[in-house]
């Protein structure tokens, strides 16, 4: 069974939802759209208070070549241009539509795969407003044009879903495994590439059965099983258990050959190409160990997060924390009528007693999150030199390839809180 070489973690998967299929969109009477949905420049809004627009119509073009454009998922009337707070209380700019009834999305024609470019693959997932789905939301349109100086060999999709709890993935691959597998064909058209490579961690069997079934069919397409190990996920971690191959510090995977995908924008890229469809929508994971009715829901993006917890049950009593994303790599929310997002996957439900986080004790040098850091880090050391401001330090000492995974946090046996010093200097050392 392959996995990347260096660290990780074992931690329970938790994966309460993987029975679960993905539900009937759930949707609200208004939409908020977050502005920055993507990483680089937020999109420049074209719209004002009072415009009709329509279901899959453009609200916000993007604003540089690292930015994505936002569509609305739903027809009705632009109520304002305001400042809110995100899921994590920083103010963000925001277009709110009122709801108008409901009605098919616009689309674009679609795009036929033996006559098609790829340049005009890449322009249809720009105009489509595709990021990286997996989490890190990077712009899909500049992943495809990787330069003239690199050579592309592979597509790895990455299947491993190995943050605990979540399943939007697997419920994916299992429901959707001929769509994932048509957009990893359009992503290879694009890039120019003849082989792609489909990773999935061993406990989702029923994904890796049903992708392993459609991608038979597919020339230049496999599926690898990997084992199960945090963080597979990771970019970096993905490429070296398929393809046994490290990319170096401060480099990206095109460098080794690879261009990484997330199997629900590979779905997405599929629906754009195929279907002429923006993405509005997404499957997103709503669990925890107390509500009543987890499961995978069809979001459109925009919903507060609080329509998704009432779907799943409502907020049950004793609520500690709600989180975006999974416990590992996802950060607490300060208030749940914040909005969804195209890079949320996950809400997970904690109940207060386990949100508290232990008293950090003086590190015992033990060496535990030197051997789980999956970059070869010195985690404690960097926490330190943090911790006294020494950003210059923590640059030498390679904070840059830090990728937050949290594998040091959660194996260290005095509490100490690693992972949030170093997400302090690696902010701290970009400004040096």
């Given at each position: 069974?392959?996995?990347?070489?260096?660290?990780?973690?074992?931690?329970?998967?938790?994966?309460?939802?993987?029975?679960?299929?993905?539900?009937?969109?759930?949707?609200?009477?208004?939409?908020?759209?977050?502005?920055?949905?993507?990483?680089g420049a937020p999109p420049k809004v074209i719209v004002k208070a009072g415009d009709r627009v329509e279901a899959g119509s453009l609200v916000a073009e993007p604003g540089g070549y690292v930015?994505?454009?936002?569509?609305?998922?739903?027809?009705?009337?632009?109520?304002?241009?305001?400042?809110?707070?995100?899921?994590?209380?920083?103010?963000?700019?925001?277009?709110?539509?009122?709801?108008?009834?409901?009605?098919?999305?616009?689309?674009?024609?679609?795009?036929?795969?033996?006559?098609v470019t790829p340049a005009e693959i890449v322009d249809r997932v720009s105009a489509c407003g595709i990021v990286g789905l997996g989490g890190a939301t990077f712009?899909?349109?500049?992943?495809?044009?990787?330069?003239?100086?690199?050579?592309?060999?592979?597509?790895?999709?990455?299947?491993?879903?190995c943050e605990p709890w979540l399943t939007c993935d697997d419920r994916m691959m299992r429901e959707h495994a001929a769509e994932v597998v048509a957009g990893a064909r359009w992503i290879m058209k694009a890039v120019k590439v003849?082989?792609?490579?489909?990773?999935?961690?061993?406990?989702?069997?029923?994904?890796?059965?049903?992708?392993?079934?459609?991608?038979?069919?597919?020339?230049?397409?496999?599926?690898?099983?990997?084992?199960?190990?945090?963080?597979?996920?990771?970019?970096?971690?993905?490429?070296?258990?398929?393809l046994g191959r490290q990319v170096p510090s401060g480099a990206l995977p095109v460098y080794v050959g690879?261009?990484?995908?997330?199997?629900?924008?590979?779905?997405?890229?599929?629906e754009a190409a195929e279907k002429g469809l923006p993405l509005t929508r997404r499957v997103v994971t709503v669990t925890g160990p107390e509500l009543s009715s987890p499961g995978n829901y069809l979001v459109e993006i925009g919903t507060p997060v609080s329509a998704l917890i009432e779907a799943a049950g409502g907020l049950p009593e004793g609520t500690g924390k709600v989180i975006?994303?999974?416990?590992?790599?996802?950060?607490?929310?300060?208030?749940?009528?914040?909005?969804?997002?195209?890079?949320?996957?996950?809400?997970?439900?904690?109940?207060?007693?386990?949100?508290?986080?232990?008293?950090?004790?003086?590190c015992i040098r033990c060496g535990r999150c030197v051997e789980v850091c999956p970059m070869g880090l010195e985690p404690y050391l960097l926490a330190a030199q943090g911790e006294m401001g020494l950003w210059e330090a923590t640059l030498n000492a390679g904070v840059g390839d830090c990728v937050e995974c949290g594998s040091c946090a959660y194996t260290c046996p005095a509490a100490r809180p690693l992972l949030d010093y170093i997400r302090l200097s690696k902010r701290e050392s970009r400004k040096l």
């Open positions: 069974m392959k996995t990347f070489r260096k660290g990780g973690i074992h931690p329970d998967d938790n994966k309460r939802t993987a029975g679960v299929p993905i539900s009937e969109p759930v949707s609200a009477q208004t939409l908020t759209l977050l502005l920055s949905q993507s990483i930015s994505a454009a936002l569509h609305s998922p739903v027809g009705g009337v632009v109520k304002r241009v305001v400042s809110v707070r995100d899921p994590y209380g920083y103010p963000s700019q925001a277009i709110e539509i009122a709801r108008e009834g409901d009605q098919a999305p616009q689309a674009f024609p679609p795009l036929d795969f033996e006559k712009p899909t349109r500049v992943k495809l044009l990787p330069g003239k100086e690199y050579r592309p060999e592979y597509v790895i999709i990455n299947g491993a879903e003849q082989k792609c490579i489909i990773g999935i961690e061993e406990n989702k069997s029923e994904a890796i059965a049903a992708m392993t079934e459609a991608a038979s069919h597919r020339t230049g397409v496999s599926v690898v099983a990997l084992k199960k190990k945090y963080p597979q996920g990771g970019e970096k971690q993905l490429i070296d258990a398929v690879a261009i990484v995908d997330n199997v629900a924008t590979a779905y997405a890229v599929y975006a994303g999974g416990p590992m790599m996802g950060r607490a929310m300060s208030n749940i009528d914040t909005p969804t997002t195209k890079g949320m996957s996950g809400i997970l439900v904690l109940p207060e007693s386990e949100s508290r986080r232990r008293e950090p004790q003086p």
